[in-house]
């Protein structure tokens, strides 16, 4: 990098040609990429079609790049100034789900809108991260010390967490609580205090175990003896790490997987869409589309490490987060590692508001990319 | 600026820490995959494949039981089914409803098919109804569009067109018990039966084949995707019976109303042309299922129709054992053929007397004379010299009170008693037990097909084994050829005065069974084959010297306390072919309820001759369906 790149910029208003040229299109590719893996796998798990599965999510892959783009056009220091007002948003739509969404599965988690079905506590994630990033934003190291700054952030976690507990979305609270947490620690929590949050949720989940619903619960007891009941809960982790296994070093054989062709293997075309592509194309396959994760992931961290602004680092941070943790829950559970649910392979498995969930935090990702150099007002900066 | 740099920096050292935490979790990711595919990749890979095949039986059809000449005993029907696919109609109850208006269904029918309905998966189909005759095939052939989801398939059923003609030879078929199905997993099909009486019973392996199998791709839930491998299986094997089924039917026809078996046997191979038993039963009601109610009426009835009284009927033989006894003390030296005894009409010993069937007595009677009239005073003076040991040892020879080698299962030993078989049960064998024993009465228990070994035996000195199977899959079975079977080592001449004598009881004025010669054949000028016999009557309760004494008549008596009536014979008496025995129970006189079923038998079975002489056992045309 050149020193005349990485000056500040301090001109608020730097063309558009300049900022599509400042867009990391390395990284658009590896999401494309990754697009692209999941046309092949929901071609196989639509019998080899490309209907009704493939088709629709290449062009919702189009229609979220597009988005992608825009968002990443608009300024950070704008998205800044109306961050508490997305968590706010994010706020009224979850208690809204609360109050008027559609029960699925036991749980009050979506809203119909557009055609499609809307998870409020996927947008939750990302406007956690920005109220959040917006709030450290300012703190020096100091101020991180005191722990009356604290108490808001923390409120602006709790509020949410809680309503998705109430839904009740376990994973996904937890996965709310997580990218909240790691934007405390971007943001220069203590230690000593992390290692207390720590304590507090291991000494705490007895606690927790008992105020779950029962399907939590089983899901739970399921995972941690999968064959004590093979036709009933457990079937779908046992039938899931059968097609694993069974895949082998080289696979099956693309379109010749037969725990996903037989329809042994459930949700192939969501949840276990990894599964399915490991089944197909073995060890070899599965470890190509974990390392194109990591690169993705690692990308993002290292957009979080490019900014020259706090804001854009713990927005940057928080994001990349959030997509880990969609990728390690989601393999995670489909290896029978953790409790199975609902969480899908970011960009692979099926399901258009996920998709556009996902491409959202991308735009805003790479806002900050676009952004990295711009410079916020002297007050902010010099707190 | 110092502050920002400090901050920074704090990010920085965090976030390599927050993206080691991330790289070191997806590793683990990876190394858990490298476990899950490639470790235990082996133990999976079965676990898929048993997932994805399934093996399924199939079942060949049963091989048919079939006469000497290839006429069908036993075979299969096809079973024409309706059955249902819930899944390929709209409305199951308008498909229900409809198909009730060609083929009415009855509630319980209905009931029954909802609860199956209910408990299968909606592409497995459940049968409507079984057993479609061929109008009701078409009717629903005809209106196949009102009825979408409906199809109808064909399978077998065991069915025994001659129903109780051949019921106690067959057998019969039921399904199979838990404990089989364990040894033979073809019996774990639906359908399946399995032999329980009977040559169905003894021939079950033979006649089940082997299971063929089908491997087959299935999914999740269970629907066949696609064959993948087809393994045949082995059909079953015909069977030939030595039954000539014309003589069977005609035998038991004659046998009438009588509470009554007979054999008729090859003398030469002891081939059994024919064994009834009447009264007999339907086989085929046990394939469906025997009701209670039928199964107390056969069980309460005294005629026992599910006994199979040729082989499992227990009777004494009566005078139509004399000639084992003439033979013991031929053998044994103890008389001459020439040697007269002096019947008065009784015979006293001790303080006991034993009295002859002819009140006034027969006089002086050699060997040939004492069975002709059946004098009973003879045989209480052989019996007495020769013992009932040497008595026993004769008879067992002859197949009486041993165990033979008929197939069926149930068919009883009897029982011939000896001197330390009643010392065994702790009385005393008195000389006064031999004299009775001398006639055929007391403690004997012998089957009619054990009286015709014997009357076979003495009709051609070989050792001839009664048998009912005369070929498997068109193999003729050992014991066909009268070669096969060894001389019975019993003096020739001993054995020619009972030929001789036995003539004589038929065909000899004064004989006891003149009755029984029997006719010309129909359209023949040929002078009439000759059978040699030997009447008998069995008490069954003790006549009283007071009932003796007021002239007593047996017909007189309720029918259980009737003398059973027998009879044994051989044709034709120079060149012995047909052997047989026929027991009438409670009949009275053997010269008078068995002695006439005797002839027309024999007349029969000698009408027959030319058919059952036909060596070759034909197979009927088709094959088992």
């Known amino acids: 990098m050149s020193g005349m790149e990485r000056r500040l910029i301090r001109d608020n208003s730097f063309d558009i040609t300049s900022k599509l040229f400042r867009i990391s299109w390395i990284y658009v590719l590896l999401l494309s990429a990754l697009a692209g893996v999941g046309y092949v796998a929901l071609y196989s798990a639509a019998g080899g079609a490309p209907d009704p599965y493939a088709a629709r999510h290449m062009f919702r892959f189009a229609v979220g790049l597009v988005l992608m783009l825009s968002i990443a056009m608009i300024d950070i220091r704008f998205i800044q100034k109306m961050s508490w007002l997305a968590w706010l948003g994010g706020v009224v739509l979850l208690v809204l789900v609360l109050k008027m969404g559609n029960v699925g599965k036991g749980a009050q988690r979506w809203i119909e809108l557009g055609g499609m079905q809307w998870q409020p506590s996927e947008l939750m994630k990302l406007c956690l991260v920005l109220g959040l990033a917006s709030w450290f934003h300012r703190a020096s190291w100091e101020k991180m010390g005191n722990p009356l700054f604290l108490i808001p952030p923390l409120i602006a976690v709790a509020i949410p967490v809680g309503l998705i507990l109430k839904q009740p979305n376990l994973g996904t609270a937890v996965i709310t609580a997580v990218v909240g947490g790691t934007v405390f620690l971007g943001a220069g929590l203590r230690w000593w205090k992390v290692a207390l949050a720590a304590g507090g949720v291991v000494g705490g989940a007895p606690i927790a175990y008992s105020h779950l619903r029962d399907y939590q619960r089983a899901r739970i007891d399921t995972f941690l003896n999968p064959e004590s009941d093979p036709l009933g809960a457990g079937y779908n982790i046992i039938q899931s790490k059968i097609a694993l296994g069974s895949g082998g070093i080289w696979g099956k054989g693309y379109l010749q997987g037969t725990q996903g062709h037989l329809n042994f293997l459930p949700e192939k075309q969501t949840d276990f869409i990894f599964t399915m592509l490991a089944e197909e194309f073995g060890l070899v396959g599965s470890l190509a589309v974990l390392g194109l994760l990591a690169c993705i992931i690692l990308g993002g961290m290292l957009i979080a490490l490019r900014c020259r602004h706090q804001y854009g680092r713990l927005v940057a941070l928080g994001i990349s987060m959030n997509f880990f943790m969609y990728v390690f829950v989601n393999i995670a559970m489909v290896m029978g590692a953790i409790p199975v649910g609902g969480v899908p392979l970011p960009l692979v498995s099926h399901g258009g508001s996920a998709m556009i969930m996902v491409m959202i935090g991308m735009g805003v990702l790479m806002s900050v990319h676009v952004h990295r150099d711009v410079e916020f007002d002297e007050r902010q900066r010099d707190l | ?625």
């Open chain 2, 1 to 625: 600026m110092k502050r920002e740099a400090q901050r920074s920096g704090v990010f920085t050292r965090r976030a390599l820490i927050i993206a080691g935490a991330q790289v070191a979790a997806i590793g683990g990711l990876a190394a858990r995959l490298y476990q899950v595919q490639v470790e235990e990749g082996a133990r999976y890979t079965t676990m898929a494949e048993s997932n994805r095949i399934s093996a399924r039986l199939i079942a060949p059809p049963r091989g048919r039981l079939l006469d000497r000449g290839g006429a069908i005993l036993a075979g299969n029907r096809l079973n024409w089914r309706a059955l249902l696919v819930a899944e390929q109609t709209g409305d199951v109850g308008a498909t229900l409803e409809n198909f009730g208006r060609i083929v009415p269904l009855s509630e319980t029918e209905r009931a029954r098919i909802e609860r199956e309905l209910r408990r299968h998966r909606r592409f497995v189909p459940i049968m409507v109804r079984e057993f479609l005759t061929w109008e009701d095939m078409a009717r629903i052939e005809v209106n196949a569009p009102e009825l979408p989801g409906i199809l109808v398939d064909v399978g077998t059923t065991r069915e025994y067109p001659h129903g109780p003609a051949m019921a106690h030879v067959i057998g019969y078929v039921a399904p199979p018990a838990e404990a089989d199905v364990a040894e033979d997993p073809l019996l774990s099909l639906p359908g399946i039966r399995v032999g329980r009486a009977g040559m169905e019973r003894v021939h079950d392996t033979v006649l089940r084949g082997r299971a063929g199998a089908v491997q087959l791709e299935v999914n999740a839930v269970g629907r066949v995707i696609r064959e993948l491998d087809r393994r045949e299986g082995t059909q079953g094997q015909d069977v030939n019976l030595t039954i000539d089924l014309d003589l069977q039917k005609s035998v038991l026809e004659r046998l009438g109303d009588e509470s009554a078996s007979a054999v008729v046997m090859d003398a030469r191979n002891g081939e059994v042309l024919a064994m009834a038993t009447n009264p007999s039963f339907d086989p085929s009601l046990f394939n469906s299922g025997v009701s209670q109610a039928q199964w107390v009426a056969w069980t309460s009835n005294r005629r026992a129709p599910l006994i199979n009284k040729a082989v499992a009927g227990l009777y004494a033989p009566g005078s139509t054992f004399k000639m084992i006894v003439a033979l013991a003390g031929f053998e044994a030296r103890v008389i001459t053929v020439g040697e007269t005894v002096y019947c008065p009409g009784y015979l006293d010993f001790g303080d006991r007397r034993f009295h002859c069937w002819r009140k006034y007595g027969h006089g002086s009677v050699d060997m040939r004379a004492a069975i002709k009239v059946s004098c009973d005073c003879y045989f209480y003076e052989v019996a007495k010299r020769v013992g009932i040991d040497r008595i026993a040892a004769m008879s067992n020879r002859f197949g009486l009170g041993t165990k033979l080698d008929i197939e069926l299962p149930g068919a009883r030993a009897g029982h011939v008693p000896t001197r330390a078989w009643r010392i065994a049960q702790g009385k005393a064998w008195n000389i006064g037990d031999t004299i009775v024993h001398g006639i055929g009465q007391g403690f004997f228990q012998l089957t009619p097909l054990s009286l015709a070994t014997m009357t076979a035996r003495l009709a051609t000195g070989r050792q001839v084994e009664p048998h009912l199977t005369r070929a498997i899959g068109g193999t003729m079975q050992r014991g066909s050829r009268p070669e096969d079977w060894p001389a019975l080592g019993v003096a020739e001449r001993g054995l020619q005065v009972m030929r001789d004598a036995m003539w004589a009881v038929v065909n000899e004025q004064g004989g006891t069974a003149l009755i029984a010669r029997l006719p010309a054949a129909p359209g023949s000028t040929a002078p009439p084959a000759q059978m040699a016999g030997k009447t008998g009557s069995v008490q069954v309760r003790n006549v009283t010297r007071e009932q003796r004494e007021r002239g007593f008549k047996s017909e007189n008596l309720p029918w259980e306390y009737r003398p059973h009536a027998l009879f044994v014979g051989y044709a034709p008496h120079d060149a012995p072919r047909y052997a047989l025995a026929v027991v009438v129970e409670h009949g009275n006189a053997g010269s008078e309820a068995a002695a006439p079923m005797a002839r027309d038998i024999m007349a029969a079975t000698m009408a027959r001759d030319p058919v059952i002489r036909s060596e070759r056992p034909r197979v009927a045309a088709g094959g088992a369906p």
